[in-house]
């Protein structure tokens, strides 16, 4: 999450939340860098 992420003030203002949140607006977020690769190519269109 980079520094937004290191910025956690309440409840709601967790990296879940914010992941939430970046979800419902449509950004392909990952739970894992690990993940970061296979997403690029699915949303690219590759396999």
């Known amino acids: 999450m980079g ?6 003030g309440g409840a709601d203002d967790t990296a879940a939340a914010k992941m939430a949140i970046m979800r419902e607006c449509g ?3 990952v739970d894992s ?3 970061i690769g ?5 949303v690219l269109g590759g396999k």
Not at 3 to 8: K, L
């Open 3 to 8: 520094h937004a992420g290191a910025i956690v």
């Open 33 to 35: 860098p690990a993940e």
């Open 38 to 42: 296979d997403t690029m190519l699915r």
């Open 27 to 29: 950004i392909h977020v």
